[in-house]
Nanobody, 126 residues
C-alpha cells in the first residue's frame, strides 16, 4: 500500500523560501498524480497544486501561482513543493496526497485523493 511522508516544514520569515518533500513507499510515485494541500487552523483543507503522473503537467491554485512549484525526483520516489516569497497567510499544515489509481491527470480537489501523509507544519512569521 502506498504510504506518504512529508518533511521540510519549519519556521520561516516572510519573504523566505521552503522546499517540502513528499516521500513515498510501497509503490512507484511517478505513476500517480500527486496533490499538495494545506490546512490552516479553523479553515478547510485547500488544494494548492498537483502534478500529473508519468510526466503529466503541474497545475496550481490561482492563489499560489507564481510562488509554488511542484516537481518530482523519480530516483528518490519523491515529489517536492517549492514555496517562494512566503507570506504569513501561507502558515498551515501542508499535506501531500495520492489517488487510488495512477494516471497522467491530477486534481486539486481533496475528494479525489485516498492516500494522505501526516503533514508538515509551515509557519511564516517574523
Amino acid at each position: 500500500q502506498l504510504q506518504l511522508v512529508e518533511s521540510g516544514g519549519g519556521l520561516v520569515q516572510p519573504g523566505g523560501s521552503l522546499r517540502l518533500s513528499c516521500a513515498a513507499s510501497g509503490s512507484t510515485l511517478d505513476y500517480y498524480g500527486i496533490g499538495w494541500f494545506r490546512q490552516a487552523p479553523g479553515k478547510e483543507r485547500e488544494g494548492v497544486g498537483c502534478i500529473g503522473g508519468s510526466g503529466g503537467r503541474a497545475n496550481y491554485a490561482d492563489s499560489v501561482k507564481g510562488r509554488f512549484i511542484i516537481s518530482r525526483d523519480n530516483a528518490k520516489n519523491t515529489v517536492y513543493l517549492q514555496i517562494h516569497s512566503l507570506k504569513p497567510e501561507d502558515t498551515a499544515v501542508y499535506y501531500c496526497a495520492a489517488p487510488l489509481l495512477t494516471g497522467r491527470l491530477c486534481s486539486i480537489s481533496k475528494y479525489e485523493y485516498a492516500y494522505w501523509g501526516q503533514g508538515t507544519q509551515v509557519t511564516v512569521s517574523s
